[in-house]
């Protein structure tokens, strides 16, 4: 893959983080008051509430780890790329913390479907495919 497509990759993975973390953030202060960016850091780092965010965040370790030759030697962006593509799998019947938060989300924010729609662009520019339904 190229290193291009790969950085593209994890440039929205990452947007797409950065979107749902303000989402939480709106969340949490609605019903916790308002916090400053140093306090909302240790909920996120800190609270069982933010853990189903830990997939996602995995996947763009794995992207930093590859693209900084950093990584296992075995692992390759394109099983990175798959299970990005399984865990944006929109999957309604889901019991996995990670969708059912996910799409309470995206039922409700519209820049959240924008993220999903660019990860997924980046997600095809790597070749992946759509898991069998």
């Known amino acids: 893959m190229a290193f291009d497509t790969c950085r593209h990759l994890r440039t929205s993975l990452l947007d ?9 953030r709106r969340d949490y202060e609605k019903r916790n008051g308002p916090l ?19 997939p996602l965040s995995r996947l763009i370790v794995m992207l930093d780890e590859a693209l900084d030759g950093k990584g296992d030697a ?4 394109l099983p990175v790329a798959q299970r990005a593509r399984e865990l944006l799998a929109l999957d309604r019947d889901s019991t996995l913390p990670f969708m059912v938060r996910y799409m309470a989300h995206f039922d409700s924010c519209p820049d959240l479907v924008e993220a999903h729609a660019r990860a997924l662009s980046a997600l095809k ?6 898991p069998a339904a």
């Open 16 to 24: 797409l983080h950065r979107t749902l973390v303000t989402l939480e």
């Open 125 to 130: 520019a790597v070749g992946t495919t759509a």
């Open 36 to 54: 400053g960016a140093g306090d909302f850091l240790q909920v996120m780092a800190y609270s069982d509430d933010m853990r189903w965010l830990d």
């Open 74 to 77: 075995d692992l390759t962006p």
